[in-house]
């Protein structure tokens, strides 16, 4: 048992140490080529989570959750746009983020949550996946 517990205590090690991905993503119907446009400051692993959340029915965009349902996972596919440029490294456990002038771990991170806000309003005015071409509804409600 002893074992097991030291091994699972360097995965979670291991993890933490990883660098965070942050950025923009989009899902894509390859069926009628609506997008959903979504940003996160953990990029690893939210397509698994995205595909989850879609498989158990409790996506919170409901048009997205209905074609999921109609066409199938196999008609959606998942592409990083873009991805933040770090002035620090942002690991998972925060250890290492701390600045000389004071700001603490989740000064930084609320920094890069207000970037990749941010660069999910210039792709959001570029790719325009509101209607027929997306899963968003615009200011005019469609």
């Known amino acids: 048992m002893d074992r097991n517990k030291e091994k699972r205590k360097q995965l979670v090690s291991e993890y933490q140490e990883r660098e965070r991905t942050m950025g923009i993503y989009q899902i894509k119907n390859e069926a009628n ?74 000064d930084v991170v609320r920094k890069y949550k207000r970037e990749v806000d941010r660069l999910k309003e210039r792709w959001m005015e570029e790719l325009q996946p509101y209607g027929e071409r997306g899963y968003h509804k615009n200011s005019e409600g469609r």
């Open 33 to 106: 080529g609506r997008l959903f446009i979504g940003g996160s400051t953990n990029l690893e692993g939210l397509w698994n989570k995205e595909k989850f959340i879609l498989e158990l029915g409790s996506h919170m965009n409901k048009e997205l959750q209905r074609e999921w349902k109609q066409f199938g996972a196999d008609r959606f596919t998942y592409l990083v746009l873009e991805t933040v440029k770090f002035d620090h490294e942002v690991r998972y456990d925060y250890k290492d983020v701390f600045l000389a002038e004071g700001m603490e771990a989740g």
